[in-house]
């Protein structure tokens, strides 16, 4: 029976608003202030880990019958970032060096990898799915058996040490055949070839994994459009057009799929994905803060429709201004409304700054879309800027917006890590990146009431980067013996940050100390 509810004011009043609750049917017990002490902190079953992607990790691109993806063809050097933004393109394998060929080798590796999550007591392991591993040229009727034994076998390995997986059915992958057949996400038929994915998928894994979220940070189509959807630019369209007709349909095809979820197995969760991180204004000047305010509604745009099922006015006007149109087709608008996402994912890596002064100078590095420079923060040796209250304000702001459970799914600190004489790796920049930004996490629990799910650090193994291809800009706990050539052994070593993350995840988050 659940109609008594028993903790201190705060406690008893998210309840009711969380469950939807009725207050006359409810025995309400309130308890006094040192129970509240009690309370603070991340809820039990709170969902620690890390995250990868199956292009960054997997390799193995020829193997067991899969098939040739978009991110199979983004090359490291110079062209990378022209054809990520679908500019420029390679068609086949040429002499470029493609990391992702044979990344850090995870295909071979996965059962040392998830070894290590354990012993580092991993609650969850944030992964995606190679759709080519699945359906090779993504529209045949039948799935590649190969291919779906190598995630059942994954997610098998995870139970063994009682991680959860949590999936990405999109990281940022698209096979090639259907970039040529339909130019990707910008023709309709993209919709049903996700949808068979995503079925094959919640049948096969069904009961073996219940956290799922569509596509990676599905705002990155407005800034790396050919990685976020096989778009490729004729010369002389509407990009605008082109891009928000690839986001209609993944749009659509992100509710198809949440429903889809639900209807096979009700305990299913669904989650979207954003690319986030605030915009401050630079200045107090009123257009400062409103270019603030519309540059993060670009960031906002999809989520909206995800969470609350349909485009919200501003968005209708955005892309009115820009000349284009949202490819409604007849029940759209009802299968937006009727399937919306039961949590928010999101990856936080900084804060923006937004001015209204078009020529303003210097704009930082940054996770693809550059801002301009706060000149109170720091940088990372790739010049992202460090800013962990932005993360506890950011947070604030999605919850403000969607009141729907939250989930980090992406944080951390992309660094050059030096091997010592004694082969340790001192990685004490990233415990203390890691540290401050788990405390600005806590903060926003315990102090604002931000409903959290869990926390899923990026790259808890090194991989090879999405923006530039890099190998040596590492994120992980495990350090992976490969260069930015493609030279080395694949030996997995633990830096120092393990040992500090297992105890973080031991503690619940309550001992940070290094
Ligand atoms: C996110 C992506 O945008 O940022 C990841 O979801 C990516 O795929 C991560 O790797 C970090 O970016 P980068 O460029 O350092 O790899």
């Given at each position: 029976g659940a109609?008594?509810?028993?903790?201190?004011?705060?406690?008893?009043?998210?309840?009711?608003?969380?469950?939807?609750l009725h207050l006359e049917a409810l025995k309400i017990a309130v308890l006094d202030e040192a129970d509240e002490m009690?309370?603070?902190?991340?809820?039990?079953?709170?969902?620690?880990?890390?995250?990868?992607?199956?292009?960054?990790?997997?390799?193995?691109?020829?193997?067991?019958?899969?098939g040739l993806a978009n991110v199979d063809l983004m090359p490291h050097g110079s062209d990378r970032y022209a054809i990520g933004t679908g500019e420029k393109w390679i068609d086949r394998i040429d002499d470029h060096y493609f990391p992702s060929h044979q990344a850090v080798d995870f295909y071979h590796h996965y059962k040392e990898d998830i070894?290590?999550?354990?012993?580092?007591?991993?609650?969850?392991?944030?992964?995606?799915?190679?759709?080519?591993?699945i359906f090779p040229l993504g529209d045949e009727l039948e799935p590649n058996e190969k291919g779906l034994l190598f995630y059942e076998n994954i997610f098998?390995?995870?139970?063994?040490?009682?991680?959860?997986?949590?999936?990405?059915?999109?990281?940022?992958?698209?096979?090639?055949?259907?970039?040529?057949?339909?130019?990707?996400?910008?023709?309709?038929?993209?919709?049903?070839?996700?949808?068979?994915?995503?079925?094959?998928?919640?049948?096969?894994?069904?009961?073996?994994v219940k956290y799922w979220l569509t596509f990676n940070e599905i705002n990155m189509i407005l800034h790396f459009p050919f990685v976020a959807a096989g778009l490729r630019f004729k010369e002389g369209e509407n990009k605008t057009q082109a891009m928000i007709t690839c986001a209609h349909h993944e749009l659509v095809a992100s509710a198809l799929v949440t429903k889809l979820a639900h209807e096979i197995n009700p305990e299913n969760m669904v989650g979207c994905m954003l690319a986030a991180g605030s915009y401050y204004p630079e200045t107090c000047n009123p257009e400062d803060y409103w270019k603030s305010i519309c540059d993060d509604r670009e960031s906002?745009?999809?989520?909206?429709?995800?969470?609350?099922?349909?485009?919200?006015?501003?968005?209708?006007?955005?892309?009115?201004?820009?000349?284009?149109?949202?490819?409604?087709?007849?029940?759209?608008?009802?299968i937006l409304k009727e399937n919306t996402v039961d949590f928010i994912s999101f990856s936080y890596y900084s804060s923006r700054v937004s001015s209204a002064n078009p020529d303003k100078g210097k704009q930082?590095?940054?996770?693809?879309?550059?801002?301009?420079?706060?000149?109170y923060l720091d940088t990372s040796d790739w010049g992202w800027q460090i800013d962990p209250l932005g993360l506890r304000i950011t947070m604030n702001e999605i919850y403000d917006r969607y009141q729907k459970p939250l989930f980090i799914v992406e944080n951390?600190?992309?660094?050059?890590?030096?091997?010592?004489?004694?082969?340790?790796?001192?990685?004490?920049?990233?415990?203390?990146?890691?540290?401050?930004?788990?405390?600005?996490?806590k903060d926003a629990v315990d102090e604002d009431g931000v409903d959290l799910m869990g926390y899923t650090t990026w790259g808890c193994i090194d991989l090879i980067s999405n923006g530039t291809g890099e190998m040596e800009k590492r994120y992980g706990f495990i350090y992976i013996d490969r260069d930015n050539d493609g030279h080395g052994t694949f030996k997995r070593i633990k830096k120092k940050s393990f040992d500090w993350y297992k105890k973080v995840i031991a503690t619940n988050g309550e001992d940070l100390d290094n």
């Amino acid at each position: 029976g659940a109609n008594v509810v028993i903790g201190t004011p705060g406690r008893v009043m998210d309840l009711i608003r969380r469950k939807s609750l009725h207050l006359e049917a409810l025995k309400i017990a309130v308890l006094d202030e040192a129970d509240e002490m009690l309370n603070m902190g991340f809820k039990e079953g709170f969902l620690w880990g890390g995250a990868t992607a199956a292009n960054q990790v997997e390799g193995g691109i020829f193997e067991d019958g899969r098939g040739l993806a978009n991110v199979d063809l983004m090359p490291h050097g110079s062209d990378r970032y022209a054809i990520g933004t679908g500019e420029k393109w390679i068609d086949r394998i040429d002499d470029h060096y493609f990391p992702s060929h044979q990344a850090v080798d995870f295909y071979h590796h996965y059962k040392e990898d998830i070894a290590l999550m354990g012993e580092m007591g991993f609650k969850t392991f944030r992964l995606s799915i190679a759709w080519t591993r699945i359906f090779p040229l993504g529209d045949e009727l039948e799935p590649n058996e190969k291919g779906l034994l190598f995630y059942e076998n994954i997610f098998k390995e995870c139970k063994k040490y009682g991680i959860e997986p949590l999936v990405t059915i999109n990281h940022f992958d698209c096979p090639m055949h259907l970039i040529h057949k339909f130019g990707g996400w910008r023709n309709r038929e993209m919709i049903d070839c996700f949808v068979k994915l995503a079925k094959v998928l919640f049948e096969r894994y069904n009961g073996l994994v219940k956290y799922w979220l569509t596509f990676n940070e599905i705002n990155m189509i407005l800034h790396f459009p050919f990685v976020a959807a096989g778009l490729r630019f004729k010369e002389g369209e509407n990009k605008t057009q082109a891009m928000i007709t690839c986001a209609h349909h993944e749009l659509v095809a992100s509710a198809l799929v949440t429903k889809l979820a639900h209807e096979i197995n009700p305990e299913n969760m669904v989650g979207c994905m954003l690319a986030a991180g605030s915009y401050y204004p630079e200045t107090c000047n009123p257009e400062d803060y409103w270019k603030s305010i519309c540059d993060d509604r670009e960031s906002y745009m999809f989520i909206d429709v995800q969470s609350r099922g349909y485009y919200p006015n501003y968005a209708l006007k955005w892309i009115e201004k820009r000349n284009a149109e949202i490819p409604f087709a007849e029940n759209d608008v009802n299968i937006l409304k009727e399937n919306t996402v039961d949590f928010i994912s999101f990856s936080y890596y900084s804060s923006r700054v937004s001015s209204a002064n078009p020529d303003k100078g210097k704009q930082t590095e940054s996770n693809i879309f550059a801002s301009v420079v706060n000149p109170y923060l720091d940088t990372s040796d790739w010049g992202w800027q460090i800013d962990p209250l932005g993360l506890r304000i950011t947070m604030n702001e999605i919850y403000d917006r969607y009141q729907k459970p939250l989930f980090i799914v992406e944080n951390g600190l992309g660094a050059k890590d030096k091997i010592e004489e004694d082969g340790s790796i001192q990685d004490d920049y990233r415990i203390d990146y890691l540290k401050k930004h788990i405390q600005a996490m806590k903060d926003a629990v315990d102090e604002d009431g931000v409903d959290l799910m869990g926390y899923t650090t990026w790259g808890c193994i090194d991989l090879i980067s999405n923006g530039t291809g890099e190998m040596e800009k590492r994120y992980g706990f495990i350090y992976i013996d490969r260069d930015n050539d493609g030279h080395g052994t694949f030996k997995r070593i633990k830096k120092k940050s393990f040992d500090w993350y297992k105890k973080v995840i031991a503690t619940n988050g309550e001992d940070l100390d290094n």
